[in-house]
């Protein structure tokens, strides 16, 4: 199951950078990164190449951080791929919490990342509709 | 018709009458508290015996009562009358299983409204005046307290209750209120509001007198009172424990507050060793009720820190005068006139969160008003990844604590680390605000 590092954050000056700081000094490359917020604090969502290693350094440093399960679907990179993921979703009653998508370097494939109340179970749903999902290993070394 | 005095033969006693009257009187309440099974059973596992007080010196081999002396034990177990001489019961903010239950015979209460009106009388309220009572009534004494010794003197009382600001201004330009008894950080926001509708209170209202109390305030607030309502106000010093406002008040010279010594026993003790501190230093107030018939309290600490001035006041009583509050020895602060204890936050988010998570209580002054903050420090493992569950968890986190306090505070949610770690009240409640910043005295 594809990881990714979701980081309480504090709107404030200076606590992005000090985050992606962290994440440096591991060594550590991140894929895709997302900010959903409320007024004074958000969740900073990172898609990196080592999540159990993203997450135990911020852990460290003090970051309130969480490693979430996703699910990363391949998309072809044209009108109407988003809405078909959704559609299957959500006619099996999934309900969809948050998602976000990043292009592949060969820009034709677009990568869906979605977080779902019912993983496991979603995950079969999508594949079952002919879907293509990512594997962990796939996704961390895109 | 009175003179200058309420009650002139108590006020005017000297250090030597009232020696004597505190003996007679303790001597009188010791012997009604031989009917109280609490006091028996107090009594015996301390080995005091009441027989053989022979001065108020002796009171001292006796340990000091406090709140959690009173929480210890069923309320009516403290009686020294049956229940059904017990006319009207009050109790000190807090919330269940928390508040303490303090009973008054009739007797009690007209005590209380005399020593109250003594207080008023002192600083020139009489039968003319018009009072406009914008205290919480019910359960909290500060109300209750004020109206019937403004009924016993004569005045005209406006039973307004706290809050609603527009209908306050209405009633006193109605009325032509001329005394006010209100919280002073209200008392201030009062005044914007007043600017706010085009008036004046200097030239748009009566008004000559305004009680400040139930919340500690500097001399400089009280000028700004003054000056804003072109007014004198007077500090006003109780506890529900000894009946609640009438403990002490400033007379018109306003240094200090007499602490009415026919009524109370007051002690200024070390809070550390309980020993008396010298002369003129500051300790811990601790009293003992002298003229209280249902519960009367021997020796009971109320953690708050002042001094006695050692001189004679110009006004003539010999009363000793004691200082504005200068802290507390424990960690209680007070909010919009309420009582709050760091313990009490901390319980409610031990209940939400499931583990104690780092705090810190932020009081401030916004727009002449308390405001209180509450931040609590999110770590890894309290949640799950997602916005709406932090958004989740700042609604049930306030909603529980205004339950909890009964002062509605404003949550945030902070990263871990972000707080000072440690214990006691100096790292867990930081006070911003204007009114008890640099407490000094005048
Ligand atoms: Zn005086």
Redesign the pocket.
């Known amino acids: 199951m594809a990881k990714q590092v979701n980081v309480f954050a504090q709107n404030q000056p200076g606590r992005l950078e000090r985050l992606t700081e962290v994440l440096l000094e591991e060594g550590i490359n991140i894929r895709a990164i997302t900010i959903s917020g409320a007024e004074e604090y958000g969740v900073v969502k990172l898609l990196v190449d080592d999540p159990r290693k993203a997450f135990d350094a911020l852990r460290r440093e003090g970051f309130s951080a969480y490693l979430k399960e996703v699910i990363a679907v391949i998309m072809d990179d044209r009108p109407g791929g988003l809405h078909r993921v959704c559609r299957v979703l959500g006619d099996s009653g999934v309900n969809i919490e948050d998602a976000y998508g990043f292009v592949f370097q060969d820009r034709k494939t677009a990568i869906l990342v979605v977080e779902v109340d019912r993983l496991p179970e979603a995950e079969d749903i999508l594949r079952s509709r002919g879907l293509e999902l990512l594997s962990d290993e796939e996704l961390y070394s895109l | 018709m009175k003179g200058e005095y309420w009650d002139a033969e108590m006020e005017l006693l000297s250090r030597e009458e009232i020696g004597a009257l505190q003996f007679k009187r303790l001597r009188e309440t010791l012997e009604r508290c031989g009917r109280s099974p609490f006091y028996r059973e107090w009594f015996a596992s301390a080995g005091f015996d009441p027989a053989r007080v022979r001065s108020m010196r002796d009171l001292g081999a006796l340990p000091c009562m406090d709140k959690n002396t009173l929480r210890g034990d069923d309320p009516r177990r403290f009686l020294t009358v049956g229940l059904d001489e017990v006319v009207r019961m009050h109790s000190s903010s807090g919330t269940t299983g928390q508040a303490t239950v303090i009973f008054h015979t009739a007797a009690d209460i007209e005590a209380w409204a005399q020593l109250v009106a003594r207080c008023m009388y002192m600083t020139g309220v009489r039968r003319s005046d018009v009072f406009q009572n914008m205290m919480g009534y019910g359960l909290f004494t500060g109300g209750l307290g004020f109206h019937y010794a403004a009924e016993r003197i004569g005045a005209m009382v406006i039973p307004a209750g706290s809050g609603n600001s527009k209908r306050q201004i209405q009633l006193m330009r109605e009325f032509h209120t001329t005394v006010v008894h209100v919280i002073p950080s209200y008392a201030l926001y009062l005044l914007e509001v007043f600017a706010e509708s085009g008036l004046d209170p200097r030239s748009d209202t009566d008004l000559r007198i305004a009680f400040i109390g139930a919340e500690p305030h500097t001399e400089g607030l009280r000028r700004r009172v003054e000056e804003g309502y072109g007014v004198r106000a007077y500090n006003s010093y109780g506890l529900s424990e000894m009946c609640g406002p009438g403990v002490a008040f400033e007379?018109p010279?306003q240094r200090g507050m007499?602490v009415w010594e026919d009524s109370f026993y007051l002690e200024v003790l070390d809070p550390d060793t309980l020993e008396p501190v010298g002369e003129g230093e500051e300790g811990e107030l601790v009293f003992t009720s002298l003229n209280r018939e249902a519960m009367p309290l021997l020796r009971y600490r109320t953690r708050d820190l002042a001094f006695v001035y050692p001189d004679e006041?110009?006004?003539g009583?010999a009363h000793r005068?004691i200082s504005r509050i200068k802290g507390r020895s424990d960690d209680m602060f007070i909010v919009k006139g309420v009582n709050i204890f760091p313990m009490q936050v901390e319980k409610v988010l031990l209940g939400v969160l499931g583990v104690g998570s780092n705090y810190q209580i932020v009081l401030d002054t916004v727009k002449s008003m308390d405001e209180m903050r509450v931040l609590v420090e999110v770590s890894g493992e309290l949640w799950h990844g997602e916005v709406k569950e932090l958004n989740e968890l700042r609604r049930r986190i306030t909603d529980e604590l205004r339950q909890e306090i009964l002062v509605t505070p404003k949550v945030e949610l902070v990263e871990p680390g972000s707080l000072p770690a440690g214990e006691g009240k100096a790292v867990r409640v930081l006070d911003k605000r204007e009114h008890v910043k640099g407490v000094e005295d005048g």
Do not use: G
């Open positions: 007379c010279e007499h006041c110009p006004c009583r005068r």
